[in-house]
């Protein structure tokens, strides 16, 4: 069975973040685009963290769900809700083993031109819970 995540879900209240977490730890994370590689559409995109997906899901765009991982080793901290003016979607992206300054760069690679995405960050804990 695929777990499915939409924006609603999480607006809704209805993102259960230890199920998430459980279910990264089952499935893995593929990635796709490594940090510091380039977006394979758009050359001047570089990633400032590793990208990629959670295994046996599927988002709100039928791809599976969007992660950025980092170095922390602290879990499933936040997530971001994005708005794709490109495309014109919503959708999350799930942010894991991320430290709060590579929170940050997950933050401003979404909202670096927000005409052409746009997104809202939710953490799982307070940044300062994760030192």
Partial sequence: ???????????????????????IRANGIRVDRPRDSAHPRYPDIIYPLDYGYVNGT???????????????????VGLMVTS???KGDREVKLLYDCAPEEIYLA???IN??????EGSLILRRPMSDLR
């Fill in 107 to 109: 933050n401003g690679f």
């Fill in 1 to 23: 069975m695929r777990m499915n995540l939409s924006p609603a879900d999480v607006e809704d209240g209805r993102f259960d973040w230890a199920e998430w977490e459980a279910l």
């Fill in 112 to 117: 670096f031109d927000r005409k052409l995405m």
């Fill in 84 to 86: 794709d003016f490109r």
């Fill in 58 to 76: 599927a988002s709100s765009d039928g791809d599976e769900v969007d992660v950025f991982v980092g170095s922390a080793r602290n879990g499933l």
